[in-house]
């Protein structure tokens, strides 16, 4: 299977630590985007990378958030100092935009739990 | 900023039988694509159909279609001979197709039960 794949799927941390996942899109896609899922609610859009470049952050990604794609391919988004409130699925998603016409892909996601 | 709203938190359906699922947008923009979704208690996000707006013709997807109506930024999905593997999370989606990006807006999702 060469879908997107999302690592670890889940994770358990405490209040103040920092944590990291990993997003490997399917191979030809040079679009990455991420997203955070809270329970019952639908993804919001976090941050998307344009290969190697970082091109758009939402106000949702507070400091404490960085995301990189190093050489457009893997792709990481690391959470410092977590809190409660960071709580949530994260979801990373790839496409190619060919002829203006583009689909996003989705991963299984991560769930963070900060106890 | 553009908005889709999905106004049924949940529904349910008897196997084989049909359901529409609602969703309405808000936007401004004229060229834009919209998407359904499907997210299954194992939680992966799965694209279900979707349409370009610039496109009259309805799209369909084997038992899944969409009632597009753009003057009334309406999107509805069909769901025909719904089965047990129908049941699950569907999100009605937007997204603006950009150069330099084009972020996905979600609704907030209806839960579709299919009952034996």
């Known amino acids: 299977d060469t879908g997107v794949s999302q690592n670890p799927r889940h994770k358990i941390t405490k209040r103040g630590q920092n944590v990291t996942f990993r997003c490997d899109p399917i191979s030809e896609h040079n679009r990455l985007y991420w997203y955070r899922q809270t329970l019952g609610q639908g993804p919001e859009f976090l941050t998307y990378?344009?290969?190697?470049?970082?091109?758009?952050k939402s106000r949702l990604l507070s400091d404490r958030f960085s995301a990189e794609r190093p050489k457009g391919s893997f792709s990481t988004l690391e959470i410092q100092r977590t809190e409660q409130g960071d709580s949530a699925m994260y979801l990373c998603a790839s496409s190619l935009r060919l002829a203006g016409q583009e689909t996003q892909y989705f991963g299984p996601g991560t769930r963070l739990l900060v106890l | 900023a553009q908005t889709v709203t999905q106004s049924q938190p949940e529904m349910s359906v008897q196997e084989a039988e049909t359901v529409t699922l609602s969703c309405t947008y808000d936007t401004s923009e004229s060229n834009y694509y919209l998407f359904w979704y499907k997210q299954p208690p194992s939680r992966q996000m799965i694209l279900v159909i979707r349409q370009e707006a610039y496109k009259q013709q309805n799209a369909t997807e084997n038992r899944f279609s969409v009632n597009f109506q753009k003057a009334a930024k309406s999107f509805s999905l069909k769901i025909s001979d719904s089965q047990l593997g129908d049941t699950a999370m569907y999100f009605c989606?937007?997204?603006?197709?950009?150069?330099?990006?084009?972020?996905?807006?979600f609704g907030e999702g209806t839960q579709l039960t299919v009952n034996p």
């Open positions: 990378f344009q290969n190697e470049a970082q091109l758009e």
């Open positions: 989606a937007f997204m603006k197709p950009q150069t330099s990006g084009s972020r996905l807006t």
